[in-house]
């Protein structure tokens, strides 16, 4: 397989993620997760940055996505799911949880390494989500998750995720840059 059709295909199956990862600075807010509650460390399970909304709101966008490409792609040269749609819903729905609790697990270790709420954590910020997100798609998406598209994947995340910040920043989105 060359290697732009692998990055093409990369990024169509990442799609869902992506969303998930990103909808809830828009769309999360009120209760938080861990109820306010902390660990015998002092720290919070998660933060008040991870809510109850911004977790479901993600899980329901990479749906969303996941039924968009089901309509869109079986049949043409971007299917990457061999004409199948319920596979890309299924894979949206897998992305879409792996990403939110990917995206917890981050958070999670952050609070243990006394990383306060929205303090930036190269490789916790951007790559935990991934990893996860894979690892659940990875029962309908195994022919796709080869070591070149994890690491094509896991770059172009990092930089992703910075640009979208910085963009998010500056839209008044986010407090800070990261
Ligand atoms: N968000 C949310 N619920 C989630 C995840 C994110 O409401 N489950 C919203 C919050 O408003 C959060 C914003 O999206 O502040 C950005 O998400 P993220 O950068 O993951 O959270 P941080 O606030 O940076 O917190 P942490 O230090 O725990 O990563
Ligand atoms: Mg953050």
């Not at 869109?72 to 609790?101: C, E, H, K, Q, R």
């Not at 990917?102 to 609070?111: N, T």
């Amino acid at each position: 397989m060359d290697i732009l059709q692998m990055m093409v295909q990369a990024i169509l199956f990442i799609l869902p993620s992506y969303f998930a990862n990103s909808i809830p600075v828009l769309l999360g807010g009120g209760a938080a997760i861990d109820g306010g509650r902390k660990l015998a460390d002092g720290g919070r399970v998660f933060g008040d940055g991870k809510t109850v909304r911004g977790f479901f709101a993600g899980i329901l966008a990479a749906l969303l996505i996941g039924s968009l490409q089901a309509v869109f792609l079986p049949g043409t040269a971007w299917d990457i799911y061999g004409g199948n749609s319920a596979t890309y819903v299924y894979a949206g729905l897998l992305l879409g949880v792996g990403t939110m609790i990917g995206d917890l697990a981050g958070s999670f270790i952050k609070r243990r390494q006394g990383v306060a709420r929205g303090k930036q954590s190269v490789i916790l910020d951007q790559l935990t989500f991934l990893i996860v997100a894979l690892a659940f798609a990875y029962p309908v998406a195994s022919r796709l998750i080869t070591v070149e598209a994890i690491v094509f994947l896991a770059i172009l995340t990092y930089f992703a995720h910075v640009s979208a910040n910085v963009i998010a920043h500056r839209w008044g989105l986010k407090k800070v840059p990261w």
